[in-house]
């Protein structure tokens, strides 16, 4: 496929429980940015990788979330501990470079029961 | 106080109507502001880009910007069912999508 893709599509996590959601970017995108759309909202920055390097974490809303991208092409973001305030869609992009145009996913749809 | 405010709608309008969606944001240091369309489940696609203040056409869309107002607006012209989507205006200070704010999302609906 062409496009940046995201897995699972949905995942349901009962409170409490580990989850990783995973980001396969554009090949050859050294860019990747992970954000989080609650119901009904726009998007909320949480992270940017440059190749391997994450550059940006200051979007991360707490200790509990963890993303990393260790050869510089597949992401996982990883959140412990699930809260139902976790509930949400988690998009991931990628681009060329910072500063063409970013790509988004499908994204994932997690729910914590 | 949100840094980009955005009417949630839902906005419904017949087909070729020319429709209008705005946002408002609080931060002077926003430089680029995009438009990206959001289908039901699916991730945003970038529809305008935008720097500083100024008007940019592209077919049937307009994007505004208006930085002494703090206020965007994208225009659709001869607006058709497959507009039917989630509008969400995004900015930034520095150029690329590293921590973009985006608004809330107007939900348009183009009628037959």
């Known amino acids: 496929g062409a496009g940046v893709s995201q897995s699972p599509r949905y995942k349901v996590a009962k409170r409490g429980q580990d989850v990783a959601l995973r980001c396969d970017p554009i090949s050859g995108h050294v860019s990747l940015f992970w954000y989080q759309q609650a119901l009904g909202q726009g998007p909320e920055f949480l992270t940017y990788f440059q190749n391997e390097a994450q550059l940006d974490k200051s979007g991360l809303p707490s200790d509990r979330f963890f993303a990393e991208r260790p050869e510089g092409s597949v992401s996982t973001l990883k959140i412990q501990r699930t809260q139902q305030e976790d509930s949400a869609v988690y998009l991931c992009?990628?681009?060329?470079?910072?500063?063409?145009?970013?790509?988004f996913g499908q994204g994932t749809r997690l729910t914590v029961v | 106080q949100k840094e980009v405010e955005q009417d949630p709608g839902p906005l419904s309008v017949p087909e070729g109507a020319i429709v209008s969606l705005n946002c408002t944001y609080s931060n002077s240091a926003f430089q680029y502001f995009m438009w990206y369309r959001q289908y039901s489940r699916k991730g945003p696609e970038l529809l305008m880009y935008t720097y500083s203040s100024g008007n940019k056409e592209d077919g049937r869309f307009t994007a505004q910007v208006d930085k002494s107002s703090k206020y965007i607006s994208l225009f659709i012209r001869d607006s058709q069912p497959s507009d039917s989507a989630t509008y969400l205006c995004a900015m930034n200070r520095r150029t690329g999508a590293n921590n973009l704010f985006f608004g809330t999302g107007t939900r348009l609906t183009v009628i037959p």
């Open positions: 992009a990628s681009s060329t470079t910072l500063n063409t145009e970013a790509f």
